[in-house]
Structures are given as C-alpha cells and as structure tokens.
C-alpha cells in the first residue's frame, strides 16, 4: 500500500501532537499541578496514529488508563483534554472524569476507561448499534497485554466474533503489566495467537512504525466495513516511560530501555525527510506547531475555572 | 379486568416497547430460541427476529459491556441475566462501567440499558440461585432499581424502565412469575418513585418488597383480627424511592416494620430504617422492627429454607410486639 505523502505527513504530526502533549503532562504533574495519576502514551504513539487513521469521526473507540494518544488520534481538542486533566469546568468530563476517563462522544471517543479489560465488550457493543443501524461504521477498543488476560477480553471478543460485529480489538502489547512482564504472566508469545480461538485473523505489527500500523488497522477495518467481522491485531511496542508517572521502573533495564529507544516511532520524521518528502525546516515547523498547540492547551487549562459545587451532584441521572 | 400471569404481563411490557422504538432490543442466555428461562421472552424471536432478539453466550460480563457500548451508540439494551446471583459475574460493569459513565463523561451520554434479572428464594435452587441482591445496586450511585410485586406493576414498571434514559437493574422474583393479576389491556406506564399503599391502617407501618408485598397483605389480616390496623406500602421502585409516602404513613401509624427478603445485615431495610430515624423519630411509640432473611446462603433444603424466608407468622409476631 502506499501512502500519499500528505498522509504520512499528517501521520507524523499527529504522532508528534502527541508526543508534546505528553511530555508537557510529565512535567505539569511534577510540578503539581495535575492532580491524580497520569500513564503515559510516550513511545506507543505510532498505533494510536496509525489505528485511527483509518477511522472516521463516527466510528467509534474505546480507550484506556494510557489514553491520551487515542483521544489526540481520534480527534479530541487537545485543550479540553488538558482542562480535564486539571480538573477544570471546561474540561471534557467538567473535571469529573480526569486522565483516566476522558470522553468525547462527539468524536465517538467512547471513553477511556480505567479497569483493565472492561473497554473490550464495550466496544463490541457500539460495533454492534453500528450495524444494526445498518451503518458501514466500526469500533476500535484500545487495550494493553495485561488486559488480554482478563474475562473481558474473552467474552468481549468471543461474542464480536460469533455475532461478526464490526470491531477492531487493538492488543498495545509494551511488554509490562504495570511492573510484570509478560513473560511471566502470559504463556504465549504472541497475543494475536489468542484469535485463533474465536476463529478471527490475528495479526501482528510492529507498533513502533506507524505505517505498519495504519497498513494492519487499514485491512481490519476494511475486513469490519464488509461485514466480515473482528480482526484482533497485536501491536509490539514500548512505553518509553513508567507505566504511571512516579513509576520507579525496577523491573526492567536501562539497556533494554535504550534498545527500544532506537525504535522511536517520531524518527518517522527522519525517515520523511530522507525521502525527501519533508525538509529539516519543515520537522522544525511542525514541532513549533506541535508546541504551540500544546502550548495553547495549557493556557486554556490554567485560566479556566474550576467547576462550581453545585456540579458534583449533577450528571448521575438523565 | 382480564387477569393475566406477571410472566405475560413482562413479555407485553417488552413486546410492547420493542414495537413502539426499533432501537430496543433484548439480550441474554437462552432468551430467543428457548425464551427464557422464565419464559418471559417466548415468542419475541419469531416476533421480532434474530437481530433483535440475541441469544447470547455464557458471558454476563460481555452482555452488561455490550449493552453499555450499544447503549452509548444510540440503543436501548433490554439484557436479561438469568438469575440474579449471576449479577456477581458481571459486577463490574455495572458498578464501575454502567453506574458511572455518563457522570464520570460530565453528562455526555445517555445509558438507557435494562438488566432484568430473577430473583428471590422458595424452590430449593439453593445458595447461588436464590440471593435477592438488590442491596448492593441499591447503594450505587447512578442506577435505578426496580421491584414490582404484582402482574400490572411488572408490566407498567417495565414499560418506564425501558424509556428510561437510565440504568435500570429490575428484579423479579421468581415465585411471582406465575401469579395472577388485573392487568388493563390499554397501554399504561407506572412511574418510578411513586410507593403504592396497599392497604390503609393507623396502627402500624409495614413497608414490604418484592414477593413479601402479598405476605404483608396476609399479615395484615391477621392483624385485622386482632384488632391491628396495619398501613402496608409497596415502594416498587427503591431507587428512586418514594420517601415521603412512608415518612407520611410513619408520621400517621407511629410505627414501622420493614419486610424483605433479602438479608438483614445491611439490607435495604436498614436504609429505610434510618430514613425513619433521621425524619420521622419524633413520631414514634416504638422501636422499628426489620423483619427480614436470615444472613446465610439460602440452603437448598425445604427443611432449611424455609427458615431463611420471612414468612407471615413473621410479620405479625413483629406488629405484636411493639403495637
């Protein structure tokens, strides 16, 4: 497949957009001013990116506890992200979800969602209104290798794949349940062996090249769109940083650390600039823009006011 | 009025919402082909055909997840969970998926998502089929929990809980399934959060759920011959729940039993029971009575079981000692 030079141009920046983001969140919770925990999207940018990049705006997503990149991929405005992140009124969540649970159904971002695991049936579901609404509309749910370990990836995927619904189970495989490695809580190898049970193609790709990425995501939801059911793709990747931000990171070495490292999906921008398709000015340009925009993001979060009291008991009932 | 079972009067309920809105659907174990357990969705899969009547695999978790995510896309899930000791399965998704996501999104979505579920003890299905669980839903925050006692309110409750833009954990009792009642064959909802008095009395208040609504009723009775005049109130719903109906009732009898099924320790009888305390002290002549399961598992012998039910001696011996 190949990709017009506008797209993997756009591929980049959205990986970048997030990048910034990102690094900008790991220092504003230093400082102390985004209260709760925050995981990390850094390193793992390349599948958000190359996942959503086959969707449309009403497709649909669920999210993870590491969510911020598939939001920024799926189309959320970064400052009302980073207003949810402070806990501002003109947050996504009016403040009342926070890093773990921003929500944009707007943008068919579904949530992200802080139990390991229970995302996968949910997006089964919004897979399964898509087609019996007769649209040609699918769902993506987002979710980690600790998370295929859990009940609800099985019943999840196991009733999208007998009832062939519309979904695109994404596996981040970063090789670290928080701190355990897969290597000691998963008797496999590959996660996408695992489709092999629900009679569905399980595909492997290198999450830490976005075009692999966006070429895995493009066949599946091509494959969801025809109404040939799920597809369950397990993207190899890293998280560069601690699974939550204060992570000591004991279990693993900075060798290995290092290793990955040289995987860094943002060198796309390198490899864009090789084939002469953007110029070091315009990598230069794009991380102005990158910054600026988060720049913005934080403004907007800093002189926006907290809610007011009388919102806490708001929003339980319709 | 024609009489029909609280099993009928569901499947009209359900039949009749799926043909007034094409997004309701229903969802569970051997709902479609065998319909149901119970029965209550027989015929609905020939109705209504395989898209919206879905016999599901043995996964309560998938079918809570599902009907969140359908939910959200702009469905209207009616799922079943075949007994309600299987709510533990799926207990997550309820408590920390369905209960919370349109507070936690800042009032972005509408769950309008039902989960029937038979409860109760009384045919020896022994101590994973014969909980009544609704406490636990109960003290959620962001769920309805519903409990009609009779055929015209399982019918006109079930109906409200479908439009409902809510969750809605509705449970009932598996012994009522067969019982009689009038039920009008003009289309009705019976609103949440509006407790029905079944009985007028001055003496005392008995509030009762589920199956103990009809044993309070009996006792009532009883009571009748002894001079007693009992108040009996149905809340039918429990969240919401109609406080100023019993705080109104307390106010009048100066007393108060609660009465259901599940077990006394924490049940919801407590919660009313401190409503009573915390608005209505001033009224009462007496210390208010629970009279409720007993806190162990329902074993599955009639010899045992038996006890572990309130029944209406019950009631009455607990009217007695404080009137």
């Known amino acids: 497949m190949s990709l017009s030079n506008g797209k993997m141009i756009e591929l980049y920046k959205e990986m970048l957009k997030i990048r910034r983001f990102e690094e900008r969140v790991s220092d504003l919770f230093s400082k102390g001013l985004i209260p709760g925990f925050v995981h990390l999207y850094i390193g793992q940018e390349a599948v958000a990116v190359g996942v959503c990049a086959n969707l449309t705006k009403n497709d649909y997503i669920t999210s993870t506890h590491r969510g911020h990149g598939h939001c920024i991929a799926k189309g959320a405005d970064m400052k009302r992200m980073m207003a949810e992140l402070f806990g501002k009124k003109t947050g996504y969540c009016k403040g009342k979800g926070g890093s773990m649970h921003i929500a944009d159904y707007s943008s068919g971002i579904l949530g992200a969602n802080a139990i390991v695991g229970a995302n996968i049936p949910i997006a089964a579901g919004a897979a399964f209104a898509a087609k019996s609404k007769g649209t040609k509309n699918v769902s993506v749910s987002f979710f980690g290798d600790g998370a295929s370990n859990t009940g609800a990836f099985h019943e999840g995927i196991n009733i999208a794949a007998a009832w062939k619904l519309p979904v695109i189970f994404v596996c981040e495989n970063n090789l670290y349940a928080i701190s355990t490695r897969t290597t000691r809580s998963t008797p496999i190898t590959n996660i996408a062996d695992r489709a092999a049970s629900y009679g569905i193609p399980g595909v492997i790709a290198d999450g830490m090249d976005v075009i692999a990425v966006y070429e895995a995501a493009h066949e599946a939801t091509e494959r969801a769109r025809n109404g040939l059911g799920p597809t369950l793709i397990e993207c190899k990747t890293y998280r560069f940083y601690g699974s939550f931000e204060g992570d000591p990171q004991r279990y693993r070495t900075k060798s290995e650390r290092e290793e990955w490292l040289t995987k860094d999906p943002l060198n796309f921008g390198e490899k864009l600039v090789k084939q002469d398709i953007l110029t070091d000015a315009d990598l230069q340009k794009i991380d102005q823009e990158a910054r600026s925009a988060v720049d913005e993001a934080v403004e907007y979060a800093r002189e926006s006011p907290y809610p007011e009291a009388e919102e806490v008991t708001k929003d339980l009932f319709a | ?323």
């Open chain 2, 1 to 323: 009025m024609r009489e029909i079972t609280y099993v009928d009067a569901l499947r009209e309920a359900i039949r009749e919402e799926m043909l007034r809105d094409e997004t309701v659907f229903v969802l569970g174990e051997d709902i479609a082909v065998h319909g149901g357990d119970f029965g209550v969705t027989k015929g609905l899969l020939e109705e209504f055909g395989e898209n919206r009547v879905r016999d599901t695999p043995i996964s309560e978790t998938a079918i809570i997840g599902l009907s969140l995510g359908a939910a959200s896309a702009g469905m209207r899930p009616v799922a079943e969970i075949m007994f309600s000791d299987f709510l533990g399965v799926c207990m997550d998704q309820i408590l920390n998926q369905v209960a919370k996501m349109r507070y936690m999104s800042g009032g972005q979505v509408k769950t309008p998502i039902v989960i029937r579920t038979a409860f109760g003890a009384g045919i020896s299905a022994g101590p994973q089929h014969s909980q009544s669980p609704e406490a636990f839903f109960m003290h959620i925050p962001g769920l309805q929990v519903v409990m009609p006692s009779n055929p015209y309110d399982a019918k006109g409750l079930l109906k409200t809980a479908i439009r409902s833009d809510n969750p809605v954990v509705f449970f009932e009792h598996k012994l009522l399934y067969s019982s009689k009642g009038q039920v009008p064959e003009t289309e009705y909802c019976v609103p949440f959060g509006k407790a029905e008095i079944k009985r007028e009395g001055e003496d005392v208040t008995i509030l009762a759920t589920g199956l103990m609504v009809s044993k309070a009723l009996a006792a009532s009775q009883k009571l009748e011959t002894k001079g007693i005049s009992a108040e009996v109130i149905d809340p039918r719903t429990l969240d919401p729940f109609d406080k100023d109906a019993l705080i109104n009732s307390v106010k009048k009898t100066g007393r108060f039993i609660v009465v259901h099924e599940a077990w006394k320790r924490c049940g919801v009888g407590a919660e009313f029971a401190a409503m009573v305390a915390e608005e209505a002290m001033d009224y009462l002549d007496a210390p208010v009575k629970r009279v409720c399961g007993m806190s162990v598992p329902a074993p599955f012998s009639p010899a045992l079981e038996k006890y572990v039910i309130p029944n209406e001696n019950d009631i009455v011996k607990a009217v007695q000692e404080i009137v």
